[in-house]
């Protein structure tokens, strides 16, 4: 099984700041790498699919870049509704559909 | 407007069974792949379980295999997951999610609100 990892597993971070998150493949799987927005209590949104492609929708601040085995995920100019937990997912070689274990993003 | 809508949770003891129900309107459902993914209390994302649009192919997570049977429901845009034999640690917040894409390309496009289940005696 393919397993993922993020880093870091917290971060605090100021409105307007950039932040960069790291999802990274035991193994290569080209683009097939999402990324997910969980806030508390509520359920998960897709932000990014293969990798770098923006979801209808979401705001441009997002993007994700990588390929292979080295994902990241970037908010340029943070907002208050960007604090929640982060979420990378692979879908090149299932079952199963691996989730990695969260990066949470809160004030500073 | 597409909206998913799942259902069926509650408190089980262990051992027991479970089937729970998700509900798809505003796309034409029978071509979405449809998956379930959970949360344990305090816990991240799990994913449990995929069905084809066509039915014709399943995954299971190794954690419920061969307990937990995913299915297209009699209503044209519902599907179901029946939980048998559940343990403790089955106890999360169960998610439906349309999966779109095939292949390497899938991703999980639009959720439910989440239906909680708990394991407990």
């Known amino acids: 099984d393919i397993q993922l990892t993020q880093s870091p597993s917290s971060l605090s971070a100021s409105v307007g700041d950039r932040v960069t998150i790291t999802c990274r493949a035991s193994?290569?799987?080209?683009?097939?790498l999402n990324w997910y927005q969980q806030k508390a209590e509520k359920a998960p949104k897709l932000l990014i699919y293969s990798a770098s492609s923006l979801q209808d929708g979401v705001p441009s601040r997002f993007s994700g870049s990588g390929s292979g085995t080295e994902f990241t995920l970037t908010i340029n100019s943070v907002q208050p509704e960007d604090f929640a937990t982060y979420y990378c997912?692979?879908?090149?070689?299932?079952?199963?559909?691996?989730f990695g274990p969260g990066t949470k993003v809160d004030v500073k | 407007q597409v909206q998913v809508v799942d259902s069926g949770g509650g408190l089980v003891k262990p051992g027991g069974s479970l089937r729970l129900s998700c509900e798809v309107s505003g796309l034409f459902f029978s071509h979405h792949n449809i998956t379930w993914v959970r949360q344990a209390p305090g816990k991240g994302l799990e994913w449990v379980a995929y069905?084809?649009?066509?039915?014709?192919?399943?995954y299971y997570a190794e954690s419920v295999q061969g307990r937990f049977t995913v299915s297209r429901g009699n209503a044209k845009n519902s599907m179901n997951l029946q939980m048998n034999t559940l343990r403790v640690e089955d106890t999360a917040v169960y998610y439906c999610?349309?999966?779109?894409?095939?292949?390497?390309?899938?991703?999980?496009?639009?959720w439910g609100q989440g239906t909680p289940v708990t394991v407990s005696s």
């Open positions: 997912q692979q879908s090149s070689s299932v079952p199963p559909f691996t």
């Open positions: 193994q290569s799987i080209g683009t097939s």
């Open positions: 069905i084809s649009f066509t039915g014709s192919t399943t």
């Open positions: 999610a349309t999966a779109t894409g095939d292949g390497p390309l899938r991703y999980f496009e639009f």
